[in-house]
């Protein structure tokens, strides 16, 4: 019914986080797309409004570098880990 609530458990809600952390990580390691990307562009791009934590999470696993005014980057490592997994969308 449209009225009950929708619960999502946590292995839902993981997976989803993770399906846009990865999302994140082939926009910023697209060889068409640009190198170097706001915070504001990667929203637009991928039409959400969240995504400086998922670039966080990407920072603290040393798959971003981020400028002192606010670009991202992704590191050599993210190419390469796109390189050996493939970009599946």
Avoid: C
């Avoid at 998922?54 to 040393?62: D, F, K, M, W």
């Avoid at 981020?66 to 980057?73: A, M, N, R």
Wanted: proline share 4%.
């Amino acid at each position: 019914m449209p009225d009950e609530d929708t619960f999502e458990t946590v292995e839902e809600r993981v997976e989803r986080f993770e399906a846009v952390e990865r999302d994140t990580l082939y926009a910023l390691t697209d060889p068409d797309g640009q190198p170097l990307w706001s915070i504001a562009d990667l929203n637009r791009e991928m039409d959400r409004t969240d995504v400086i934590d998922y670039v966080n999470g990407l920072h603290r696993a040393g798959l971003v570098n981020k400028t002192s005014d606010g670009y991202v980057f992704a590191t050599r490592p993210a190419f390469r880990l796109v390189q050996i997994v493939g970009q599946v969308l």
